[in-house]
């Protein structure tokens, strides 16, 4: 707080002796100097200082991501040593997975939880685009196992991001207001949202819809102003972000499944205090089986639910969409260096 009294001085020297004045004016900017020096210290704060970590994503309240979070932030701060704090923003309070992922690399947010953006970033990541690709989550496990830690992470953080653990997006499905799809002929000009990523891009056209990339925290204004006709997403994206609302008809294609990664940035990482680091480690790794149980459990609860809301909702055979998106997986082995491997070792991870 400032000296009314000395503030009062400074006035009256500076009215009455001028070499008076000089002599406080000079004080007054050695002060000033000394306090610039104070703040600029404060702000270089060393990573090792007990602070905040902030976590954010683009999950609405109760979506996997949402729940995930929350439940890997719980699990941490309860063994972090005193001062260290996981924080979560999901609703895309600190940006869209774009956005992010840049504040990741510059170390303005310490996690983000990246899915399809991935294969925009990292080539090799659109393996995860390839239509029906991934059988379950048991095959998810394997495939995590035998090419995600070994091939794709490596990549990713050469890229800026360094994975800690592999969460869940989910088995996605196609939603609209026009009528429920049973064949690919029924997204014929189906002007439908798909995230950034070009091999979604490239599947819902081979599919014969009108993609169109969006964020998803402007998808439920685009539905309900008619800008698009539907979406795709997993079930929990789909509850959580009241597409329901919006929607009338849901298709359970599942044409992709979609990881995600629970990604920080390498320089900011390193910088953390070894037992900082291994416990954030260690409970992201053990959230993932909260993940996929709370996963496989909204699954079957959403799915009543949606139709309670009264959406109509269908089960196509999938075999016709396959059948008409099988190019992307000759695209993307003629494309990504490695891919056609990727994609085999893939396909047959946890076979032997």
């Known amino acids: 707080m400032i000296d009314t009294n000395f503030m009062q001085s400074v006035n009256d020297t500076e009215v009455g002796d001028p070499e008076g004045a000089w002599v406080v004016h000079r004080g007054l900017r050695a002060c000033a100097s000394i306090f610039a020096v104070v703040l600029l210290a404060g702000c270089a704060v060393d990573a090792t ?3 905040e970590l902030k976590f954010g994503h683009v999950g609405e309240p109760g979506s996997l991501f949402a729940l995930s979070v929350e439940e890997f932030a719980r699990r941490a701060n309860e063994r972090l040593p005193a001062g260290w ?46 239509p029906y690709l991934v059988r379950d989550r ?17 990549q990713a953080e050469a890229a800026g ?10 088995f996605r499905h196609v939603t609209n207001n026009r009528q429920p799809v049973e064949t690919p002929a029924d997204l014929d000009g189906v002007k439908l949202r798909t995230p950034s990523g070009v091999w979604r ?9 009108n993609p169109t990339p969006m964020a998803l925290s402007e998808v439920f204004i685009g539905l309900q102003t008619g800008v698009i006709d539907g979406q795709e997403n997993p079930l929990a994206q789909i509850w959580g972000s ?11 294609t599942g044409h992709v499944y979609t990881p995600a990664y629970v990604v920080v940035s390498p320089a900011r990482w390193d910088g953390l205090p070894s037992e900082v680091q291994a416990i954030l480690e260690e409970e992201a790794r053990a959230t993932q089986t909260y993940v ?31 059948d008409a998106s099988t190019g992307l997986y000759e695209e993307f082995g003629a494309t990504v260096d490695g891919g056609s491997v990727l994609v085999e070792r893939a396909a047959g991870a946890g076979s032997n």
């Open 49 to 51: 200082t007990p602070r």
């Open 161 to 170: 991001y360094r994975m800690i653990a592999v969460w869940e997006n989910g």
């Open 292 to 322: 996929y149980e709370t996963a496989t459990r909204l699954d079957s609860e959403l799915l009543d639910q949606v139709r309670e809301a009264g959406v109509a909702v269908n089960a196509p055979n999938r075999q016709p969409f396959l």
């Open 85 to 130: 704090d996981v924080v979560t923003y999901g609703s895309s309070q600190l940006g869209g997975d774009e956005l992010l992922l840049q504040k990741i690399k510059l170390g303005t947010v310490d996690f983000a939880l990246p899915s399809t953006i991935m294969s925009s970033q990292v080539d090799a990541f659109g393996l995860f685009e390839m």
């Open 201 to 209: 891009l490239k599947l819902f056209q081979a599919l014969g819809a």
């Open 242 to 252: 009241k597409l329901y609302e919006v929607q009338d008809y849901l298709s359970l």
């Open 138 to 154: 048991e095959h998810m496990s394997a495939i995590e196992e035998d090419v995600v830690w070994s091939d794709l992470a490596p």
